[in-house]
Nanobody, 122 residues
Framework: QVQLVESGGGLVQPGGSLRLSCAAS????????MGWYRQAPGKLRELVAT???????NSADSVKGRFTISRDNAKNTVYLQMNSLKPEDTAVYYC????????????????WGQGTQVAVSS
């Protein structure tokens, strides 16, 4: 069993910053890609940023230059540093990880965190 636990969400004023963390735990042999997605009320879940196990990153155009994704492989943890936050960044942010487990050695499976709320408002 694998669990992803997010932390770091909250309420912040426009222009402010937040740092999200997501730690994976359980029966883990390895983690391939990790990423952050978000879902605003009434909208579909969308990709925010992803990072491979060797540190290559990809991010949505809407967050480029403001958000930075990083990871600590030793801690099975991915981070999202969010700067210059805007009201349109308000959403529930979900962590995702492609995890290799003892029961699925040949194919990484997708796991999701429970989500953490980010609200940007004055």
């Amino acid at each position: 069993q694998v669990q992803l636990v997010e932390s770091g969400g909250g309420l912040v004023q426009p222009g402010g910053s937040l740092r999200l963390s997501c730690a994976a735990s359980g029966s883990i042999l390895g983690i391939n890609d990790m990423g952050w997605y978000r879902q605003a009320p009434g909208k579909l879940r969308e990709l925010v940023a992803t990072i491979t196990n060797i540190g290559s990153t990809n991010s949505a155009d809407s967050v480029k230059g403001r958000f930075t994704i990083s990871r600590d492989n030793a801690k099975n943890t991915v981070y999202l540093q969010m700067n210059s936050l805007k009201p349109e960044d308000t959403a529930v942010y979900y962590c995702n990880a492609a995890v290799v487990t003892p029961l699925n050695r040949w194919k990484a499976l997708d796991y999701w965190g429970q989500g953490t709320q980010v609200a940007v408002s004055s």
